[in-house]
């Protein structure tokens, strides 16, 4: 039988008996042809819970996470976690939603915190505080830092698993300080101090600009919530569905209006969407930069002066708030086997052991998420440090019973803080007054926020 | 009959059979089989192109949730948003800016090259190596490299200008308009290589003899170039605006989201930056399909304007 259809196959190709083979024939063709495109199928037995994990952590955090995972596989013998990285976070959104769509979600996936309320509403998500329960398992959720779980909470309750939480604080050059003829160890701690800190370095000539940031929509967001003053209505998007914002008050316009005042000034030099004024910063060209503490470590080991880091300025006679919780937190996908979730919840119990969150701690300069750890780092002396300490005592300094404090949860919120960044840099640019900018964007901010009330019905 | 060929002058190419009953005779017996054979490719077009195309126009008229546990059907909603919101309108005016001047300079600096790549010095192959290599850079390094350059507070270009100019501060991400400019730089360098390598072969392939006609005859480079060469250039050209066309709308989003992310302001947002910020980051997947659709529609007008007027007026003479 083969030999027969090898002698056709040949034949089929040879001029002559292409033109002679009965059309009976061709089906056989068309039988093998499509066989041979059916990709081979291979089933392999397995006996270990095969779980996937996609997230956003590339680079040097990369390594941590792989090296977790590792150890996590090597002491489950059950469990084969597969992690991978997926692109940045939106991109890993992105992706997870589409793989959802068609069935093929991975098991946990790391969100960033914009994309929260996305993820409370999609429905594709076992919140993690059901996960014990459904186990027939006890678990204390206060072992977890509480600034941390208040951001991922709905109603008390813990949605998705504290992974790498950062927030912002202001790191400091303090050769320049000193060469400006400034206290190194007295950083500014008002925003009148950096503005008159400014003036001074700016005069001493030792550079030209006195300060950068990164992540614009963020530090806005953090500056109200470091004064206790919330960004949209509804409790912050946390009591029912934001509708809109109410950032544009007295207060906001004043907060606004400095910044542009600054960068006129010259003191304030604007830096880009994310990270890319940390080199500015690194190559010692400005004397102060506000970002995410997750930069820390990056910026030690660049920078070839002496860093110092201090609380995020206030601005006198405001409340006093809390500075917000960033970065990303684990969801678990909704709809697969009681055995994977296990396997999942394994994993999740695992990051929060002391000697993993503090690894992880180490590793990336995100929080240790639980106390145990971060009573160990103390005990160990980690923290004697100033510069670490700082970034931890920031969140765990201000107060933490308000929604203002929490920080906002809205569904359409990474479009938002594109309309504040772009708001920002036209004021800076001088197309639009810094009033008529911020209420430009809190404009469109509410149409958002309305579109989005009008999908989920509320 | 012998499925022989007839007969046919030769430019033409080989002449095509009419009508069924010679199609029978070139497979008989295989009837199906053209079919079958050519399945694989009209299956990749349908399932990844038409598909999905049909898929987005019917997205347009509604919005949905990103998971899709929701849809409401808006009827033109999308669209009468899309062009009555002025960021919108505002992103068509930046990418007609961006994309004529990335053509028509891109167009007539490689054209310079190319002419004075083709002459007879010395050392040719390397420079010809050293203007053409900047196509095979991706996207994202060329992105970083003009970034780097251009960044305010620590890149080359801002400390030259601000020492020449003594202490103009030249910001690209507080100024549009020096955004707007700076990324047309490099997406212009960027395709420089390319538009260089065709314009080169066309020039090469324009006949010495003419060339040697013309300066016989008295014209001098300026005016040979202008009646003899550029003429002869216009199949290369037609084609190199095409597709310049195509990666000012399409191929420079890389360069564009390392560079500006459409900012500052909306500066650099250009269309198909815009759609995948609304699509894929702010998950507004209703209007993205419109936006979608739109530009669709740009391209393919300027598609058939372009092969129609162009093409007819393009000169092949080999």
């Not at chain 1, 160890?185 to 006195?210: C, R």
């Not at chain 1, 920078?303 to 405001?318: A, H, I, K, M, N």
């Not at chain 2, 993205?288 to 393919?300: E, G, L, R, T």
């Amino acid at each position: 039988m083969l030999k027969k259809l090898k002698t056709k196959l040949t034949g089929f190709f040879s001029l002559k008996n292409r033109i002679n083979l009965c059309p009976k024939h061709k089906w056989v063709l068309v039988g093998l042809a499509v066989l041979l495109s059916i990709p081979t199928v291979s089933v392999i037995a397995a006996e270990k819970v095969e779980i996937t994990w996609w997230h956003a952590m590339s680079g040097s955090r990369l390594k941590v996470v792989d090296a977790i995972v590792e150890s996590f596989n090597a002491t489950h013998p059950d469990i084969e976690l597969k992690p991978l990285f997926t692109g940045t976070y939106a991109e890993t959104l992105t992706k997870f939603i589409a793989s959802y769509r068609t069935g093929t979600a991975p098991n946990l996936i790391q969100v960033y915190e914009v994309g929260t309320q996305t993820m409370i509403d999609s429905e594709a998500i076992l919140p993690v505080y059901q996960i014990p329960g459904m186990l027939g398992e006890a678990w204390d959720w206060a072992q977890y830092v509480i600034p941390i779980t208040n951001y991922y909470s709905v109603e008390g309750n813990l949605w998705s698993m504290p992974f790498n939480s950062s927030s912002a604080m202001l790191y400091y050059n303090k050769d320049i300080f000193r060469a400006a003829g400034l206290d190194p160890n007295k950083p500014p701690t008002t925003w009148k101090e950096m503005e008159e800190y400014g003036e001074q370095i700016l005069a001493s000539g030792v550079v030209d600009h006195v300060y950068s940031g990164g992540w614009p929509g963020w530090i806005w967001e953090q500056t109200l919530g470091y004064h206790n003053h919330l960004y949209a209505d509804n409790d912050n998007g946390r009591a029912g569905l934001a509708k809109k914002v109410v950032f544009n008050d007295e207060f906001g316009h004043m907060v606004f209006e400095t910044m542009v005042r600054l960068h006129d000034k010259g003191i304030y030099i604007y830096g880009g969407p994310e990270y890319a004024a940390n080199s500015a910063f690194k190559a010692g060209r400005i004397a102060m930069l506000i970002q995410s503490t997750s930069s820390l470590t990056g910026i030690l080991k660049a920078s070839e002066f002496e860093v110092g880091t201090s609380f995020l300025p206030r601005f006198e006679g405001y409340p006093i708030g809390n500075s917000l919780v960033g970065g990303g937190s684990l969801w678990v996908t909704k709809g697969k086997s009681e055995e994977e979730v296990r396997a999942v919840w394994e994993f999740l119990k695992y990051l929060g052991q002391t000697e993993i969150a503090i690894q992880w701690h180490k590793g990336t300069g995100y929080f240790p998420v639980t106390n145990a750890a971060l009573k160990a780092l103390l005990d160990e002396g980690w923290f004697s440090n100033q510069t670490y300490l700082t970034a931890f005592l920031e969140i765990l300094s201000g107060r933490r019973d308000t929604a203002a404090a929490t920080g906002a949860r809205l569904g359409p919120f990474v479009a938002m803080r594109e309309h504040f960044r772009a708001a920002l840099e036209k004021a800076i640019a001088g197309d639009l007054s810094p009033k008529e900018a911020l209420d430009e964007a809190a404009q469109k901010m509410n149409q958002l926020l309305k579109d989005y009330a009008e999908l989920y019905g509320g | 009959m012998g499925g022989k060929p007839e007969a046919c002058p030769p430019h033409l190419g080989p002449c095509r059979p009419k009508g069924e009953a010679m199609q029978e005779e070139r497979f008989p017996g295989y009837r199906w089989l053209p079919y079958l054979l050519v399945a694989p490719s009209i299956a990749v077009i349908v399932i990844f192109l038409v598909v999905p195309f049909v898929q987005s126009v019917r997205g347009s008229f509604f919005i949905s949730t990103p998971f899709g546990t929701k849809t409401i059907y808006v009827g033109l909603r999308n669209y009468i948003r899309l062009f009555s919101s002025p960021d919108y309108q505002n992103s068509i005016l930046t990418t007609l800016a961006f994309s004529s001047f990335v053509i028509i300079i891109g167009l007539s600096v490689s054209l310079g090259i190319a002419q004075l790549l083709n002459q007879k010095i010395r050392g040719l192959g390397f420079y010809q190596v050293a203007l053409i290599w900047t196509y095979a850079l991706s996207p994202a390094i060329a992105g970083v490299i003009w970034a780097s350059m251009f960044a305010p507070a620590t890149g080359l270009v801002p400390y030259i200008v601000s020492k020449l100019s003594g202490g103009y501060v030249l910001n690209w991400m507080t100024n549009g308009r020096i955004a707007l400019l700076v990324v047309v730089a490099a997406a212009t360098w960027k395709m420089l290589g390319y538009n260089i390598v065709f314009l080169l072969a066309g020039l090469q392939n324009v006949p010495k003899a003419l060339m040697e006609a013309a300066r016989v005859d008295g014209a001098g480079p300026w005016k040979a170039f202008w009646r003899i060469t550029f003429p002869m250039l216009s199949p290369t050209t037609t084609f190199l605006l095409f597709v310049n066309m195509l990666y000012a709308f399409f191929q420079v989003f890389g360069l564009i989201d390392i560079m500006t992310r459409g900012g500052p302001g909306n500066a650099t947002e250009i269309l198909v930056y815009k759609l995948y910020r609304d699509g894929f980051i702010h998950l507004n997947t209703g209007s993205a399909s419109a936006q979608s659709f739109v530009i669709f529609f740009v391209i393919s007008i300027g598609a058939i304007i372009q092969l129609r007027v162009a093409t007819r007026k393009a000169i092949y003479a080999r």
